[in-house]
């Protein structure tokens, strides 16, 4: 692929307005449950979890911790960076497949727990590509000019959802939260392209079968554990590696850039197999891929939005370097964007 001049202000579809993120911030529980803990619950080792996953703990909620306590925690690190206060947040969308409650949904938790009054606040469920259909959704109205200031959160209580009898999926996952502030920031090309997909046909391949109204709660739902999350691990790693690769792929295309231009690649946190294939399919380095797989698990929604706040505040990134961030989840669902830090 012949690399083309970037232009950093040439938004892919938008003429006018940017959207740049402020600030980042992640919270993660205090509860470190190593493999060696699993041993002790399931039939497992740690050897075969990190041989097949590359995790080696994860951080679980304690038993008064919400998901909204988690956001909360990671929202008011990104504002502190940001250097915004609640009054000056306009917007709150909460991306989760763990909301406290079916409802009121998890954003009007967050709201009245940083200190906002009387802002609209809202959930998004796109599972683990959950934040980044939410930057996508909070960049449209910051460029619409409808709002300055977007506070956009990914946050998972996943402990509350996991069986915790299953050894093919109770090693996997894990409790976490992050943030982002979004606004106009002058003369930055910001979030230059967001790439989302879905394929409903596929939707049996990750889901939580019962708590809707398809199989409302019941005591038989519950014996059966059908209130817990199920995978087919094989069919959903095959299908998580080419969706990434082609949404990475065409964010790329619509930006005209290289991926040797990429300063950091922040893949979806669920398996390390599946980050290995997707970085060697897009011909990155070992050093533009940013993992922090091994110490927290798979965190959904939260997965990108921590990795993207610690490669931050490790000096991974810094001001004009690109970035690029993919996920993959449940729905099936997908998704990539081009950031310029």
Known sequence: MTTKHFNPRAKHHFAGRTC?????????????????????LV??????????????????????ELTSDLATKAALRAMEMAGVTAEQIDLIIVASITPDMPFPNTACLV????????IPSFD????????????????QFIQSHTYETVLVIGAEKLSAI????????????????????????????????TVLGADGAKAELLSMPAGGSACPAT??????????LRMDGKETFKNAVQAMCSAAKEALRRCQIDIKQIKCIIPHQANRRIIDAVGERLEATPEQLFVNLHKYGNTSAASVAIALDEAVREGRVQHGDLILIVAFGAGLTWGAAVIEW
Not at 174 to 193: E, I, K, M, N, S
Not at 219 to 228: I, K, N, T, W
């Open 162 to 193: 996991t069986n915790w009898k299953d050894r093919n999926t109770c090693v996997l996952f894990g409790d976490g939260a992050g943030a982002a502030v979004l606004r106009h920031r002058a003369a930055a090309g910001g979030l230059l392209t």
């Open 124 to 139: 998004i469920e796109a599972a683990c590509s959950g934040f980044i259909y939410a930057l996508e959704v909070g960049q």
């Open 20 to 40: 740049s993120i402020a600030g980042v911030g992640s919270y993660v529980p205090e509860r470190i449950l190593t493999n060696a803990d699993l041993e002790k």
């Open 43 to 64: 039939d497992t080792s740690d050897e075969w979890i990190t041989t097949r996953t590359g995790i080696k703990e994860r951080r679980i909620a304690a038993a008064g």
């Open 219 to 228: 005591a038989e739902s519950v014996a059966q554990g059908l209130h817990f």
């Open 111 to 118: 709201q009245q727990k940083i200190g906002a009054r009387r």
